[in-house]
């Protein structure tokens, strides 16, 4: 499975983002179980912000929650994290995921700034 961010940028603190994951597998395949967003701060080990399953259960860091929004277009094959009201401790390197028959894909990470 191929993944491609994209979304990242500067933006001021209250400002909003969305980031897309293109994947290269049909989203609704029975063998993808999970779609997630990570990230990695400065300095920060990865991790997770927002997922959702096939059966479209979402769940949320606690950071996060009511200010993120995690979908997806089945159609286009595209994972979206709509991020609102960012904050300055957003700022990190976002990472999509997949399990996809059980193993793990990572897409390259896009860079999300948020300024005070």
């Known amino acids: 499975v191929q993944l491609q961010a994209s979304g990242g940028g500067l933006v001021r603190a209250g400002g909003s983002l969305r980031l897309s994951c293109a994947a290269s597998?049909?989203?609704?395949?029975?063998?993808?179980?999970?779609l997630s967003w990570y990230r990695q701060g400065p300095g920060m080990g990865r991790d997770l912000v927002a997922s959702l399953t096939t059966r479209g259960s979402t769940n949320y860091a606690d950071s996060v929650n009511g200010r993120f929004t995690i979908s997806r277009d089945a159609a286009k094959n595209i994972v979206y994290l709509q991020m609102n009201s960012l904050k300055p401790e957003d700022t990190a390197v976002y990472y999509c995921?997949?399990?996809?028959?059980?193993?793990?894909?990572w897409g390259q990470g896009t860079q999300v700034t948020v300024s005070s």
């Open positions: 597998e049909n989203l609704e395949s029975i063998y993808i179980s999970k």
């Open positions: 995921y997949v399990m996809y028959r059980f193993a793990s894909y």
